[in-house]
């Protein structure tokens, strides 16, 4: 089973950027998807962008041309770095490998004036 943990949330100003992680421990994910999803206040938990195995990305509407999904496999971690934010990207984000069913708990970006 792989265990995840997201990292580098906080809180921003609009326009602001943030650097993501999630770190993998207990077995290597170089040749799995792996998915940040987002939670917003009074949603459902959204898929915004995952990043195969060979690195091919796919991004949601909300987030393409902000986000920028990679990946370390030598770090076993997989980076999102999130741009121009605005206060409709506050929410909790959370790092997600379906082939195994792991979340991560979550890191939380506050984008606020």
């Known amino acids: 089973q792989v265990q995840l943990v997201e990292s580098g949330g906080g809180s921003v100003q609009p326009g602001g950027s943030l650097r993501l992680l999630c770190a993998a421990s207990?077995?290597?994910?170089?040749?799995?998807?792996m998915s940040w999803l987002r939670q917003v206040p009074g949603k459902e938990r959204e898929l915004i962008v995952y990043i195969a195995g060979n690195s091919i990305t796919n991004y949601g509407d909300s987030v393409k041309g902000r986000f920028i999904i990679n990946r370390d496999n030598t770090k076993n971690t997989v980076y999102l770095q999130i741009n121009s934010l605005k206060p409709g990207d506050t929410g909790v984000y959370y790092c997600?490998?379906?082939?195994?069913?792991?979340w991560g708990k979550g890191t939380l970006v506050t984008v606020s004036s």
């Open positions: 997600y490998l379906y082939s195994m069913g792991s």
């Open positions: 207990g077995s290597a994910i170089s040749t799995y998807v």
